[in-house]
């Protein structure tokens, strides 16, 4: 590959690698907006979910929530 062709790809890989970085997260959802409840759903609750964080916290969900608790945006961990 030629040294320019070669240095401008390197430049478009970093260029997105330093977007991706410093992209914001998208705002906090209410609790009325995702459904929350503070009860499990189906056998599925917040603490089996990708988002939830102990002791009482979720990363897109405003406020406290309980680790028993529920949302319409429910996401199994891969």
Do not use: N
Request: charged share 20%; glycine share 8%.
């Amino acid at each position: 590959m030629p040294p320019l062709r070669r240095r401008l790809l390197l430049a478009a890989l970093l260029g997105a690698v330093t977007r991706q970085a410093t992209a914001q997260p998208p705002p906090k959802q209410t609790q009325a907006a995702v459904a929350y409840q503070d009860h499990p759903r189906g056998g599925l609750s917040c603490a089996g979910c990708t988002f939830f964080r102990r002791p009482h916290f979720c990363e897109i969900i405003e406020g406290d929530i309980s680790p028993t608790g529920w949302c319409k945006l429910f996401d199994l961990p891969d």
